[in-house]
């Protein structure tokens, strides 16, 4: 890395990302052990618990569990699931969960009931934190930064090998060794997307509302940058939808001058973002889209672009956008008027 693109990405370190991403390749081997473990003791079913941005994030992973398999995979919120239950959470579940911080009190309290009933949990979460110390086991989150393309890795890592123990996903180990330097690719596709960065911010982070459209594996993504970032961290209205959904009543609402910012991927779901693109482009005037497959990543074999999408998604419309709409709003990221500021 030369010099000079040391200084090219606002507010972001590449050194320490750098050693983050070395430190969550070396943890993958961890999340490897783990679900070799879980196959040689058997499950009936797998439960992806999340709330939040680890709802979206675990979207990622039951996309893909779909994708290549028939295994039984749901993806539910904890809250819901502490007031509804599941009939499907059976004794020979496993329940797949993760927290940066360790105590989000919806999971944790779903983590408290589910193992009061001896079902398995596996948490993406440090062992020192309240949800640490209840699951049945623990996978060391290396950073706890909460930078998702980190995250998305480590999921793969698990689920791609419980998939791969069941004869569902052959080249497991072509994946996982074609990623290694994956977080170097992605300093590289941070600084190629950060002037595009910021003509979208300039032209779209002062709009009353955003819609935002994607699909397929980008979609959770799609819709934590949208609520978790703009609505949560900078308090701007937003619609998130996907593009399949786009044409059954949001399409009603593009006009010129609606902003509409369409994260396109490589899966099959491309087709459904292109239709959404081809009539955005008629209709307004306002039009950005993010499109994964123009950053390159090396190495990596075409089958295994869809997989990685969510991770370059993340690196784009997440990191850096995130990071110039915070320039132009001068509202600081990090600050709430009442996610986790007071009870209620």
Known sequence: MAELEKVQLLNFDIDQYLKDGDATVAACAQAKAVADEIHEQGYENIFLLGIGGTYDELDMVRYFMKKYSEVEVHLVNAA???????????????????????????IVKAVENITAQGIRVVAFTREDTPLGKLATTVISAPVATGRCDFTYLLFQAFA????????????????????????????????KFEPKAEQIAKQFAEEPYTIFIASGALWG????????????????????????????????????????????????????????????????????????????????????RPLVSPMIAAATLHERLSKHYERITKHNLAYRRYYRQFAY
Request: proline share 1%.
């Open 80 to 106: 819901e699931l502490n007031v509804m239950g599941d009939n499907r959470l059976k004794k020979d579940s496993v329940v797949v969960t993760a927290s940066a911080s360790g105590d989000t009190k919806e």
């Open 160 to 191: 791609l090998r419980l998939l791969n123990l069941r004869g569902d996903f052959d080249r497991y180990d072509d994946y996982m060794a074609q990623t290694k330097n994956l977080f170097q690719d992605l300093v590289d596709i941070r600084i």
């Open 221 to 304: 993504e799609n819709v934590l940058f949208s609520m978790c970032v703009l609505e949560e961290m900078q308090w701007i209205r937003t619609r998130a939808v996907t593009s399949a959904e786009f044409f059954h009543g949001t399409l009603e609402l593009v006009e010129p001058g609606v902003p509409v910012i369409i994260t396109k991927g490589e899966d099959e779901c491309r087709e459904l973002d292109n239709r959404a693109e081809v009539f955005c482009k008629q209709y307004t005037d306002k039009l950005a889209v993010i499109d994964t497959a123009e950053y390159a990543v090396s190495g990596l074999d075409d089958e295994f």
